[in-house]
Nanobody, 125 residues
Framework: VRVADSGGDSVQAGGSLRLSCTAS????????VSWWREGSGKDRERVGS???????NYVDAVKGRFSISRDKDKSIIYLQMNSLKPEDTGMYYC????????????????????WGQGTQVTVSI
């Protein structure tokens, strides 16, 4: 599977963005998909995931503001981001990982899975 993420932009705090993850040959029952982000001077961190059963999971920092969904007709997974805050600024990555290497919707290790090239999200005050 190959992954390409897009949709990043510069927005003001309180605004919304929708990121897209296009995964070639993606099958929902065979891959988990997760979103990660990396802020300036920060370690890469989890944002949320979509497992093979369609369940989503989010880190506390984005719960209630971000949501992951899938276009059933296309191999596209979305990250809808609402009520954006300056601390949401960073490079966002989509990862598709074969099911045998998934736990809780995330890859067992960052070396597993196909990573997108990243898309920049900048939230200003």
């Amino acid at each position: 599977v190959r992954v390409a993420d897009s949709g990043g932009d510069s927005v003001q705090a309180g605004g919304s963005l929708r990121l897209s993850c296009t995964a070639s040959r993606y099958r929902p029952d065979m891959y988990c998909v997760s979103w990660w982000r990396e802020g300036s001077g920060k370690d890469r961190e989890r944002v949320g995931s979509l497992d093979m059963n369609g369940a989503t999971n989010y880190v506390d920092a984005v719960k209630g503001r971000f949501s992951i969904s899938r276009d059933k007709d296309k191999s596209i997974i979305y990250l809808q981001m609402n009520s954006l805050k300056p601390e949401d600024t960073g490079m966002y990555y989509c990862v598709a990982c074969a099911r045998e290497y998934c736990r809780g919707g995330y890859p067992l290790d960052s070396d597993f899975g196909a990573w997108g090239q990243g898309t920049q999200v900048t939230v200003s005050i």
